[in-house]
């Protein structure tokens, strides 16, 4: 994910966090972020990390909406 690519926030999009913790208990933080480059539209990915794999996170599209 490039974040300087995302606007700041408000009617115009952005990142958001919407939770933080350790979800799969492998005591590495898991992530779950909207992103949106319109007001109209969010993506939610689900961040989850994996001691056995060499990236930090597998990202996971777990939902969208359109009009929220």
Known sequence: MD?????S???E???YLYW??????DNRLD?????STHYT?????LYLSDKTDKEL??????G???SC
Request: some cysteine.
């Open 3 to 7: 974040i300087s690519s995302f606007p």
């Open 9 to 11: 926030g408000g009617f």
């Open 13 to 15: 999009g952005g990142i």
């Open 20 to 25: 933080i913790g350790d979800l799969n208990g």
């Open 31 to 35: 992530m779950l972020v909207g992103t």
């Open 41 to 45: 539209r969010i993506e939610l990915f």
């Open 57 to 62: 996170f597998k990202k996971h599209k777990v």
């Open 64 to 66: 969208s909406c359109s």
